[in-house]
């Protein structure tokens, strides 16, 4: 791995207008992600996870504005031109989006799809590029690749559809890989399917990963480093494995007690009092405050800022700290 990191998101901030007034839909949005690891960014609906994965290729609105540092491989992303962000977007950031169905123009065949961005982007052959992305079809878990790049969008599954959306991620050779809940409108046997033909080629290229997700457990599963994002701003980033048992926010405690327990079958499940905001609904303070156990008259008036509790950075102006006999149980 490299000394800095591929990826870095410094203070982001999002504007954007909302009923003829501008609004702040992420406030601060903090991760960095090094060459060849893996990075979870969770949180439920709502709360500006894609829309700061959007902000990595450009893809928001023209009326957007964007504040802080966003930095690949130490080049400011929003400072590039228009050519150099078309080159970036073909060869070095790939993204397999939540519903391939709308991402695949249904009036073309699979091939077509495939081919074309190694085609126009970056002049492979046609015939060149065709044997490429039918080797990564079958890559990918489709054995009948051949036949399948002859078909349509319509003539396969959404699990199917799911991998032909990998391959022509994986077919750009990017450095990173922006994973927007990709599993999300598949079943629970195509969704393991899908996530570890995701981790078996991004182990064999080395691919850099920024996994979005609302899922902690298979965030934790798949990935290096958890980053937690609520109302527009991250308010957690620790190791995935010190996860269970070491968050210091409340709300990602909150959210791990509100899963089911296979070990635990008889356990209560918790759920989070109130309801999720979205940024653009935060409040001054803490926006977690509402629904939090341990708020405080600061929390209301406040926003907290990034510290520093035990091995996790959390935006919380009480966050959970370890003794140090705990710091060694669970590391």
């Known amino acids: 791995m490299t000394s800095s990191p591929l990826l870095q998101i410094n203070e982001l901030r999002i504007d954007l207008p909302l009923d003829g007034t501008e609004r702040t839909v992420v406030h601060r949005a903090d991760l960095s992600i090094p060459e060849g690891a893996a990075v ?20 928001l609105p023209k009326s957007a504005r964007i504040q802080g540092d966003l930095l690949f491989a130490g ?25 391939p ?28 590029a065709m044997a490429k992305v039918t080797g990564i079809l079958r890559e990918v878990g489709i054995a009948d690749a051949d036949r399948r790049m002859r078909q349509r969008p319509h003539e396969l599954s959404g699990g199917l559809l799911q991998r032909v959306m990998i391959a022509a991620a994986l077919a750009a050779e990017p450095r990173l890989l ?25 182990e064999a290229r080395g691919l850099a990963m920024l996994f979005i997700t609302h899922d902690l457990e298979l965030a934790a599963a798949v990935c290096d480093k958890v980053v937690v994002m609520y109302a527009g701003t991250t308010v957690e980033e620790l190791p995935a494995d010190r996860l269970r048992g070491r968050a210091a926010h409340p709300y990602t405690s909150a959210l791990l ?20 905001l979205s940024g653009f609904e935060a409040p001054d303070g803490c926006a977690f405050g509402d629904r939090c156990p341990r708020v405080r008259d600061v929390c209301r008036s406040d926003r907290p800022q990034p510290r520093s509790a035990g091995g996790s950075t959390a935006a919380c102006h009480f966050p959970h700290t370890f003794s140090p006999e705990e710091t060694g149980r669970h590391a």
């Open 178 to 202: 922006l994973a927007d809940e990709p599993t999300t409108a598949l079943d629970v046997t195509t969704q393991e399917e899908v996530m570890a033909i995701i981790a078996e080629a991004r």
């Open 40 to 59: 979870a960014l969770v949180g439920e609906s709502g709360s500006g996870k894609s829309l700061t994965a959007r902000s990595v290729l450009g893809l």
């Open 257 to 276: 007690a509100s899963r089911p327990s296979l070990d635990d079958i008889d356990a209560e499940l918790r759920s989070i009092a109130g309801r999720p």
């Open 101 to 128: 169905r709308a991402h695949i123009n249904p009036a073309r065949s699979v091939g077509d799809f495939l081919v074309e961005g190694l085609t126009t982007a970056r002049g492979v052959p046609v015939a060149e």
């Open 75 to 99: 080049e400011s992303v929003p400072a590039m031109t228009a050519e150099r962000r078309r080159r970036f977007r073909a060869a070095e950031v790939a993204m397999v989006f939540q519903d």
